[in-house]
């Protein structure tokens, strides 16, 4: 077995047996040929493989700050009453195991969980008793899973539409054959492509750099590991577009002479592996994949799916380049870029799902058609998700340099007070951000928005967001690591009501350590929206702190510091 | 092979072209500190502690192989507290209780806090349970002291090419894992080599610790902290006071306090005692000028009275690791109170069979859910680490901050442990 494909077997096991056993182990490490505590390490770098046995049905609870609005914990306390089982613990049923999990893209739904993969949504005490009695009745979650396809709420006028209008298959792809790999360069340069995963590096420019690689050995990975709490943009395209990405993915292959190509698609969103398979299939049946495809000669070109198993990180490029080769997920050291070391050491190019289907689509539409839309730096349209306190959660494809404002009216945002665009990693905006508009001019938005009202508890979604960096940072380096659970501390103490200014001030301070110090952009960005939040909202923060000069005496809550052992003499004295 | 030229904090180097950082500065006679590199390994970029800017970005020194005309900064001021807010991490994020560490004195980490002059911690301790792991046939894996650095990864393997070591788990539950069966395989030298290469005491080999009597450890560098000659002093108008208690500590720093012999003699001259043990004055009859605090606080008459000197003292001094960050009462802090009152009252092995009570009573201060350091209970102005403290260290401190004369604790006075 090669170790690439040591990811796919533990899936098998983990299907097939409930769990990864010793046994499977010890096997796992002799065919591979490593120590037994190597695959342990991979196997519990994943959340979704378990080194216990699980029930008949596992159960993956969405904890993150929009299911928490929207009921959280009564959903939680519904699934142990009705299953008799708690969250995190085996071996309590051999029917039911229960885990809470972070974002799984289902934010317009909330709130949402997986059984056996299969997604629940709009979860109520009321609607969780009686999908639980089903399973113990012995009906298939599949067929009690939602449909969750997210509604598209709007869409630009048709000549100013890219993403969401009709898609013919091959459309983009015919025009490869009139096309050479640097006239499709220049198109994408036309438009300055960049990278819709967040960090909008630009497409061409990569693209070229693996073209003109001495590595002869070229893979084309799709990034459809979309784990940013509250985004689920990506999801869309997969479930509307997924000939779009995999056309985008070809001409990317056909630019570089890349023979294969994964797509990594995250395990949250297993139930979508089969849409995609059946595309592809598609795609090999018009001979638009596979040996001499698109009707060009020598142009061979395989897409295979690799499932990930539960890594927020892995949506790193290099921490996916990682695991697609059956190891942890972690980020490698910025020495070299994929494009020159990926993949099993070929030249490899990570793109978003996004940008490989806008890639399809400049091709299909011409550089001219796109060029029309959009602002001086951002051409063409940009797909939203917008959740939270809206009446219409969902999709919007819209045109750069939209308003934030608009947005808000469009999905009939109810008081916002509190916009996070682009998830915990990325920024925190208020009332006086609502005029920006949305583009490289003025505000990036990666895809995503979640909108809180005036009622929404800033410290409750700052300390999710924390919670969740602390469990999903890789852990090999000290500031992200170390850094996140001090941080995390600090939150629990302003909840306390014990801070000062003083305090606000370290939080700023640690978080350029953690910003400098950290080797990947998990760590980087971490405590972005917390910093930013203490100047946005500095009037909620002048509340709950008190304001003190650089010598000021410390608080000590000591009625807290006591209340364990005021406890334990209760219970034990009478 | 190219030799480039570079610049280092304005100083021009030369090496040759691509060569790591690390090394190249240390040709040019730089030293960049660093817990996880190996010169004959790839970067390994855990520990951070390596940070130096590249063209005015931050990154960590392991990663960069030098080209021409590169501009790297090692020791601005902002870079040399990022790189001492790093080892803090590592300090809160393990339990790192030197005074009782195999490896103390011998330990990378442990240097490299003196080197950067940790006294007390900027964060808060975490204090987060963790395993010291005996199963292994000769090697001991202490996680409390494990900062992650990835070396025994790298260069612990058996004869046939299989790795003993590994990461387990991901974000702050993150381990190093240790695979049994190849442990086995280690021969006592290439065991003993693990203990040597890990920067801390998570890594210990059974029978092989402590073999080094205090003073011949690698870091034991000795410099028999002179006193401050107390005839040189200049004298103001009254006796200074100072005021001395011991919290949870164990009256260890006390003893070091007296530790001056007849320099005792000379310091009566200077100051006198208020409320002290060495006085055994109960209660403050004036305002003092010094508290000396030893120890932390584990229960509430602890805080009564920290409060109690930091009203009637105008400066504060933390004496000690119990004091900084609670040290060896500490130990209790990865374990819930109850579990300890129980172990201690109602399970032990002297306990009456079916005994219910947990002492308590209204003139009993209560337990505190853990140990804390006294900066979290008031605002500490100085902190004197060791433990104890050499008691010229501690004196000199003291003097330092009564008469104003020039004085800095050089790092080799600086101890843990």
Not at chain 1, 326 to 343: A, D
Not at chain 1, 370 to 395: E, F, H, M, R, W
Request: hydrophobic share 35%.
């Amino acid at each position: 077995m090669k170790r690439s494909k040591l990811l796919t077997r533990l899936w098998e096991l983990q299907n097939n047996e409930g769990y990864i056993s010793d046994k499977a182990v010890l096997e796992l490490s002799k065919q591979l040929g490593v120590s037994k505590n190597e695959i342990e390490g991979v196997v519990t770098f994943y959340h979704f493989f378990h080194r216990q046995p699980t029930g008949k049905y596992i159960i993956y609870l969405n904890n993150s700050i929009l299911s928490e609005f929207k009921g959280f914990k009564k959903v939680k306390a519904a699934f142990e009453f009705e299953t008799g089982c708690t969250f995190g613990k085996y071996g309590q049923s051999n029917l039911f195991s229960l885990f809470e999990t972070s974002c799984i893209g289902l934010s317009d739904q909330e709130c949402a969980a997986l059984i056996n993969f299969q997604p629940v949504t709009h979860l109520t005490p009321q609607s969780v008793k009686k999908i639980i009695n089903q399973l113990k009745k012995g009906v298939n979650p599949r067929s009690i899973a939602h449909n969750v396809t997210s509604k598209i709420q709007f869409t630009p006028k048709p000549s100013k539409t890219v993403f969401f209008k009709k898609y013919e298959l091959g459309n983009a792809l015919n025009k490869l054959k009139s096309n050479t790999s640097e006239t499709i360069l220049q198109e994408l340069k036309k438009v300055e492509l960049a990278g819709k995963g967040g960090a909008f590096f630009p497409t061409a420019q990569k693209w070229e750099i693996s073209k003109n690689a001495s590595n002869s050995e070229k893979v084309i990975i799709c990034n459809a590991d979309e784990g940013e709490p509250g985004t689920f943009k990506d999801k869309s395209i997969i479930e509307n577009l997924p000939g779009l990405i995999i056309e985008g993915m070809i001409i990317a292959a056909f630019v570089t002479g890349a023979t294969n190509g994964f797509i990594y698609l995250r395990a949250e969103y297993s139930y979508l592996k089969s849409k995609l398979e059946n595309t592809l299939i598609d795609f090999y049946h018009h001979k638009l994949l596979g040996e001499n495809c698109c009707g060009i000669a020598n142009f061979n070109f395989n897409i295979q799916i690799q499932l990930g198993a539960g890594a927020y990180v892995c949506g790193a490029e290099t921490a996916l380049i990682e695991s697609l080769e059956g190891f942890r997920g972690e980020p490698r050291l910025r020495i070299q870029y994929p494009t020159e070391n990926g993949y099993l050491g070929s030249s490899s190019i990570v793109n978003n799902v996004e940008t490989f289907a806008k890639a399809a689509r400049i091709i299909e539409l011409g550089s001219e058609y796109i060029l029309k839309i959009g602002t001086a730096k951002s051409k063409g349209t940009k797909i939203i998700c917008i959740a939270g306190d809206v009446a219409k959660p969902g999709i919007y494809e819209v045109e750069w340099g939209t308003s934030l404002k608009k947005l808000l009216e469009i999905s009939q945002a109810t008081a916002p007070y509190y916009v996070q665009s682009s998830g915990p990693s990325g920024d925190c905006l208020n009332e006086s951000d609502f005029n920006r508009k949305i583009c490289k001019e003025d505000l990036l938005c990666g895809g995503s928005l979640m909108v809180f009202n005036r009622n929404r508890n800033l410290l409750k979604i700052l300390k999710n967001y924390t919670k969740f960096f602390l469990t999903e940072s890789c852990g090999s380096c000290t500031p992200c690591r170390a850094g996140n659970q001090i941080i995390y501390a600090k939150i629990k103490k302003l909840k306390q009501g014990i801070c000062t200014s003083q305090d606000l001030k370290e939080i700023v301070e640690w978080s350029a350590i953690m910003q400098k110090g950290s080797r990947c952009g998990l760590g980087q960005y971490a405590t972005n929206t917390f910093v930013q939040s203490l100047a946005k909202f500095e009037k909620y923060f002048d509340g709950i702190v008190t304001t003190c000069a650089e010598n000021c005496d410390v608080e000590f809550d000591m009625e807290k510091a006591v209340y364990d052992y005021n406890l334990l003499i209760k219970n034990t004295q009478n | 092979m190219k030799n480039i030229s570079f610049n280092i904090d304005g100083r021009i180097c030369s090496a040759t072209k691509g060569e790591n950082l690390i090394e190249a500065a240390k040709q040019n006679g730089i030293f960049i500190p660093t817990l996880c590199h190996f010169k004959h390994l790839n970067p390994l970029g855990s520990c951070r502690v390596c940070i130096v800017n590249l063209n005015g970005h931050a990154i960590a020194g392991c990663s960069v192989f030098v080209e021409e005309g590169m501009q790297i900064e090692v020791n601005t001021p902002e870079l040399l507290d990022t790189r001492k807010a790093i080892l803090e991490m590592m300090f809160v994020e393990g339990n790192h209780f030197c005074p009782s560490c195999e490896k103390s004195g011998d330990c990378q980490m442990q240097n490299l806090a003196y080197e950067t002059g940790i006294r007390y911690t900027r964060f808060p301790h975490l204090f987060v349970d963790r395993i010291v792991d005996a199963r292994p046939e000769r090697i001991v894996v202490n996680q409390n002291r494990c900062i992650k650095c990835k070396r025994c990864f790298e260069e612990v393997e058996t004869n046939d090419g299989y790795k003993v070591f590994n990461f387990s788990n991901k974000g702050n539950k993150t381990i190093v894992s240790i695979d049994y069966e190849q442990e086995a395989k280690l021969s006592e030298t290439q065991a003993e080599y693990a203990m040597k290469i890990c920067p801390t005491g998570s890594i210990l080999v059974k029978g092989k610790t402590f073999s080094k009597p205090f003073g011949d450890r690698i870091f034991d560098q000795v410099s028999e902290g002179k006193a401050i000659a107390f005839d040189k002093i200049n004298k103001k108008g009254r006796k200074m006071r100072i005021a001395t208690t011991s919290l949870a500590g164990c009256f260890g720093c006390h003893m070091s306090l007296l530790d001056i012999d007849l320099g005792i003699l000379d310091v009566i001259e200077l100051v006198e005692f208020n409320k002290s043990p060495l006085t055994d004055i109960k209660k403050f009859t004036q305002h003092c000028d010094i508290g000396l605090v030893e120890g932390g606080c584990c229960n509430t008459d602890n805080i009564e009275v920290l409060r109690t000197f930091r009203e009637n003292c105008d400066v504060l001094i933390s004496v000690g690791e119990c004091a900084i960050w609670g040290g060896v009462p500490a130990i209790r802090n990865t374990i819930p109170v109850e579990d300890c009152l129980r172990e201690a009252y109602l399970e032990s092995l002297t306990s009456e069979e079916n005994e219910t009570v947990i002492p308590y009573h209204e003139d009993i201060p209560k337990i505190l859910n853990k140990v804390y350091p006294n900066h979290e209970i008031v605002k500490i102005d100085y902190h004197i680490p060791g433990c104890p403290p050499n008691a010229n260290h501690i004196w000199n401190v003291v003097k330092n901050i009564l008469f104003e004369e020039e004085f800095s604790v050089v790092y080799p006075e600086f101890k843990y442990d």
